[in-house]
Nanobody
């Protein structure tokens, strides 16, 4: 069973930084793309950033410039560096991966990010 495990969430003051990491249980070349999404209570899960197998990157327009996604193929990880955090960035952040062959979407269990004002 393929697993995605997130880490790095926590409580930070506004203006601070956090780095989230997602480690996969298989070689990440098996995924067409990987990314980060976030969700707050009562709202739909929204895209934060994605990075493809070929390292094409996309960001939610509102987050570009503050967040940076990266991948380490040797470590099977995808990281999200979040800078200049705002209270509205408070959410549960989920790692996502789409399997190349089946196009099946996989999700991690989520990690809570809380930004205090």
């Amino acid at each position: 069973q393929v697993r995605l495990v997130e880490s790095g969430g926590g409580l930070v003051q506004a203006g601070g930084s956090l780095r989230l990491s997602c480690v996969a249980s298989i070689n990440i070349f098996s995924f067409e793309k990987m990314g980060w999404y976030r969700q707050t209570p009562g709202k739909q899960r929204e895209l934060v950033a994605t990075i493809s197998r070929g390292r094409t990157i996309s960001y939610a327009a509102s987050l570009k410039g503050r967040f940076t996604i990266s991948r380490d193929d040797a470590k099977y990880t995808v990281d999200l560096q979040m800078n200049s955090l705002k209270p509205e960035d408070t959410a549960v952040y989920y790692c996502n991966a789409v399997l190349l062959r089946s196009q099946t979407a996989l999700w991690g269990q989520g990690t809570q990010v809380t930004v205090s004002s």
